[in-house]
């Protein structure tokens, strides 16, 4: 059975720091793109940004120069690096991922979530 965890979320102050990571877990054979989403109170999901499997990057407009993505393929670990935090980056950080892996003999592409991490930015 295929699992993401993120860890790495916390109560930072405006202009802090914080690294997120997302661990994929389970009879993984691939994994293509990867992406961290958020979601605040009373919106919607919204895309963060996006890493393929050869590294190729895409930021929402909001969080350019400020927030990296990053990953191991080796570790199955995705990554993500916000800086300069604002309080309106508040949100549940969620990471998602395009992967092929087992399920008995055969084998599946699917997308799969974590559980969300809270990402709070207040003085």
């Known amino acids: 059975q295929v699992q993401l965890v993120e860890s790495g979320g916390g109560l930072v102050q405006p202009g802090g720091s914080l690294r997120l990571s997302c661990a994929a877990s389970?009879?993984?054979?691939?994994?293509?793109?990867m992406a961290w989403y958020r979601q605040a109170p009373g919106k919607q999901r919204e895309l963060v940004a996006t890493?393929?499997?050869?590294?190729?990057?895409h930021y929402a407009d909001s969080v350019k120069g400020r927030f990296t993505i990053s990953r191991d393929n080796a570790k199955n670990t995705l990554y993500l690096q916000m800086n300069s935090l604002k309080p309106e980056d508040t949100a549940v950080y969620y990471c998602?991922?395009?992967?092929?892996?087992?399920?008995?003999?055969?084998?599946?592409?699917?997308?799969?979530w974590g559980q969300g991490t809270q990402v709070t930015v207040s003085s």
């Open positions: 998602n991922a395009d992967l092929l892996h087992l399920r008995g003999s055969y084998q599946f592409q699917d997308t799969y």
């Open positions: 389970g009879s993984i054979l691939r994994i293509n793109t």
């Open positions: 890493i393929t499997r050869g590294t190729t990057t």
